[in-house]
């Protein structure tokens, strides 16, 4: 087991109440940072409007803007929307979500899901839930696809194809999402997603696969025909990952608790090579018990899609899709992207 001085959830300071990204009239989710090149910090968000449910209206409606703040805390301020709807003969042209920005050498490479399907729109005061053919269409549609740009600013090149895809009859036949990935310095990319596969004509549990590229701009290749963590002990989403010494470290979100302790908090795991992995001494990673900066606490209806945000090669801030309510997608009346500085180890 790799061995703390303190864990990573011990180092987590107080949250700034007042911090990170939300937008009026809309659902805010899945916040990646990157310090651009005017020296500010730049969020990628996900926003989806209001008149949706917030679950499951982000599959049909979701897109990637882009927030700016001086200092990783924020507040953030929207700026642009990055990756827009583009029309149903693309893969990623009714829905873009869970962006994860990284950048190599002179490229920002903006890491995302896209879903497309070929029915209407749904319309503000339209019923519109899970069973909704849209709904379904889109959910089989995710898939993995990167964006690039030489300025964080754009303009984004986006690809007519994932970079990943599904292969019929393996533990991702159903769909691949939540990229969570590693880019070397070589342009090399360890690349670690969320998967399900088809059971019938439906879908099973998710599941968490590993790819590889020699350069980010692919071809990708998945590293592993089983799961990278044993679906029958680990229920797991929300993966993120990053390089370090001993090889690769992860945190990712428990869905059972069974692993932490917490349903939907956090586990801390690592490995030689990203495809073996074990839990760290210290497996609890993050917790949906949150210390604001005003002294008092929370426990959040959501904690999710966490990204560790990297200066001088230590994390030094964690963000966090985050919901009100008292737990849960359906009982939330906001959502927004949190942040809670981490303190040195």
Same mark, same amino acid.
């Given at each position: 087991m790799i061995v703390l001085t303190r864990s990573l959830h011990d180092r987590l300071l107080p949250a700034p109440k007042n911090g990170g990204f939300r937008m009026e009239g809309y659902w805010v989710w899945c916040g990646s940072v990157v310090k651009g090149e005017d020296g500010r910090f730049h969020m990628f968000a996900s926003r989806w409007p209001k008149h949706l449910p917030m679950h499951p209206g982000w599959l049909v409606a979701s897109e990637v803007v882009r927030a700016v703040s001086s200092t990783p805390e924020g507040p953030y301020e929207f700026q642009e929307i990055v990756l827009p709807a583009r029309g149903a003969e693309y893969w990623d042209g009714r829905s873009t979500h869970n962006p994860h920005?990284?950048?190599? &050498?002179? %490229?920002?490479i /903006?890491?995302?899901? &896209?879903? %497309?399907?070929? /029915?209407?729109?749904?319309?503000?005061?339209e019923a519109y839930g899970l069973e909704d053919p849209r709904c379904i269409v889109a959910r089989a549609n995710k898939r993995i696809g990167i964006a690039t740009a030489k300025s964080v600013f754009g303009p984004w090149e986006r690809r007519d194809a994932p970079v990943l895809g599904t292969r019929p009859g393996k533990f991702d036949s159903f769909l691949t999402s939540n990229p969570a990935p590693c880019v070397n310095g070589d342009g090399s990319v360890h690349l670690i997603y969320k998967a399900r596969k088809y059971e019938g004509n439906t879908h099973g549990q998710m599941m968490i696969g590993a790819a590889g590229a020699d350069h980010f701009e692919g071809p990708y290749r998945v590293l592993s025909e089983e799961p990278v963590f044993p679906p029958s002990r680990f229920h797991l989403e929300d993966p993120f990952i990053w390089k370090t010494e001993q090889g690769y470290e992860l945190i990712a979100k428990d869905m059972d608790g069974n692993i932490?302790?917490?349903?939907?908090?956090?586990?801390?795991?690592?490995?030689?090579?990203?495809?073996?992995?074990?839990?760290?001494?210290h497996p609890k990673a993050y917790s949906r018990e949150i210390v604001w900066d005003d002294g008092t606490t929370a426990r959040m209806g959501s904690f999710e899609r966490p990204f560790l945000l990297f200066q001088a090669g230590r994390p030094t801030h964690l963000f966090a899709a985050t919901a009100d309510g008292s737990g849960g997608f359906h009982k939330a009346s906001g959502t927004w992207n949190m942040v809670i500085p981490i303190a040195p180890e």
């Amino acid at each position: 087991m790799i061995v703390l001085t303190r864990s990573l959830h011990d180092r987590l300071l107080p949250a700034p109440k007042n911090g990170g990204f939300r937008m009026e009239g809309y659902w805010v989710w899945c916040g990646s940072v990157v310090k651009g090149e005017d020296g500010r910090f730049h969020m990628f968000a996900s926003r989806w409007p209001k008149h949706l449910p917030m679950h499951p209206g982000w599959l049909v409606a979701s897109e990637v803007v882009r927030a700016v703040s001086s200092t990783p805390e924020g507040p953030y301020e929207f700026q642009e929307i990055v990756l827009p709807a583009r029309g149903a003969e693309y893969w990623d042209g009714r829905s873009t979500h869970n962006p994860h920005i990284t950048k190599h &050498g002179d %490229t920002y490479i /903006l890491y995302y899901m &896209g879903s %497309t399907h070929p /029915l209407p729109d749904v319309a503000p005061g339209e019923a519109y839930g899970l069973e909704d053919p849209r709904c379904i269409v889109a959910r089989a549609n995710k898939r993995i696809g990167i964006a690039t740009a030489k300025s964080v600013f754009g303009p984004w090149e986006r690809r007519d194809a994932p970079v990943l895809g599904t292969r019929p009859g393996k533990f991702d036949s159903f769909l691949t999402s939540n990229p969570a990935p590693c880019v070397n310095g070589d342009g090399s990319v360890h690349l670690i997603y969320k998967a399900r596969k088809y059971e019938g004509n439906t879908h099973g549990q998710m599941m968490i696969g590993a790819a590889g590229a020699d350069h980010f701009e692919g071809p990708y290749r998945v590293l592993s025909e089983e799961p990278v963590f044993p679906p029958s002990r680990f229920h797991l989403e929300d993966p993120f990952i990053w390089k370090t010494e001993q090889g690769y470290e992860l945190i990712a979100k428990d869905m059972d608790g069974n692993i932490c302790g917490e349903k939907h908090a956090g586990i801390h795991a690592y490995s030689k090579d990203g495809l073996s992995w074990q839990l760290a001494d210290h497996p609890k990673a993050y917790s949906r018990e949150i210390v604001w900066d005003d002294g008092t606490t929370a426990r959040m209806g959501s904690f999710e899609r966490p990204f560790l945000l990297f200066q001088a090669g230590r994390p030094t801030h964690l963000f966090a899709a985050t919901a009100d309510g008292s737990g849960g997608f359906h009982k939330a009346s906001g959502t927004w992207n949190m942040v809670i500085p981490i303190a040195p180890e």
